[in-house]
């Protein structure tokens, strides 16, 4: 089996996350904006499971192209690295300031999380379907 490299789309993602997230920091974005961290979880989410597809594709020999296992490694990586988030922001919170988030700010960001990660999934299994279909009309030929 060939190892695949890292998609160079994620590289970018990834440093254009951390740039918008240094502006937001500096810029005061996210109190500004409420709305700011909806965008920038959707675009975590997404990173997440792109990087878990990359990784999760990249050990297997033969693909499967199912959309419920494919779903299941983006929503591993989405909500798990999301959940995983909220709870140290609430750790963070509880020791700073003596509270954390109101609860419809950790769905919400959850939310977000878990779409970005869907989108990922319907991204992937449409374009395995593409190379399905393609390798199989070459094949004819």
Known sequence: MQSRSFPLILVFLIIAIAAV???AESYYWYWRM???DMPMHFAGGVWLAGTAVWWWYSKKEKLQNHFFSIL???LTAAL????AW???EAGLGLATVGH??????TLGDL???TLGGTAVALFTW???KQNIITTTNHGKN
């Open 72 to 74: 299941a490694v983006c």
């Open 100 to 105: 954390i988030n109101e609860i419809a700010d």
């Open 126 to 128: 449409v374009r395995m």
């Open 111 to 113: 939310f977000f999380d």
């Open 86 to 88: 909220e709870l140290f």
């Open 80 to 83: 798990g690295v999301g959940l």
């Open 21 to 23: 997230n240094a502006f």
């Open 34 to 36: 409420r709305w700011f």
